[in-house]
């Protein structure tokens, strides 16, 4: 073969390395299902990851956290829960002041509820890290879904970050 297929085979291969490495990751196959009728509220979650419940009526819902994961390395999720009756553009505009100026605020929808959600990064200990936080009311009472991945892992658990939120169900209203 002469040097300039050699060079054609290799730019090629290089080329689809390059298009495999840039496939989003997929999404999580087995899920594991989390409920806290205290709250009133169910998930699902990959299997694999570790689920720490709060305990009754504590603000802490569940803690999720992916395998090799740990305080401060990793990925994971948490849902916190608090009582109020203020309309969500008041809760969201409290909650936005504590953020970092840069957040990104849009609209989402959770379990067919309107909701508003923040992405941002937070940088400690020279690293940094993506965070989405997603605040979900229903009676009486509000959700705070938070994701937070350090930036080299995100593609491989935002896949699993979107199952969590699509599945969330608010049982009780």
């Keep these: 073969m002469t040097g300039t297929r050699w060079a054609g085979v290799v730019a090629a291969a290089a080329a689809l390395l390059a298009c495999r490495a840039a496939l989003p990751a997929a999404a999580p196959t087995k899920l594991s299902k ?18 720490e ?8 819902v569940v803690k999720l956290s992916a395998p090799d994961t740990e305080e401060t390395t990793g990925s994971g999720a948490t849902v916190v829960a608090f009582l109020s009756s203020r309309p969500l553009a008041e809760v969201a505009a409290a909650y936005r002041k ?10 989402a929808e959770v379990d067919g509820r309107p909701a508003r959600a923040f992405e941002y990064d937070l940088a400690a200990a020279g690293a940094t890290s993506w965070v989405r936080t997603v605040i979900v009311p229903a009676r009486e009472k509000y959700f705070i879904l938070t994701f937070a991945s350090y930036r080299p892992q995100l593609e491989r658990t935002r896949p699993s970050f979107r199952a969590i939120e699509r599945s969330v169900r608010i049982t009780e209203d």
Aim: net charge positive.
């Design 53 to 60: 419940p709060g305990v009754g009526l504590a603000p802490l």
């Design 98 to 107: 504590r953020l970092p100026s840069a957040a990104l605020a849009s609209d």
């Design 34 to 51: 989390f409920a806290c009728p205290a709250w009133g509220v169910k998930l699902d979650y990959p299997a694999g990851w570790r689920a």
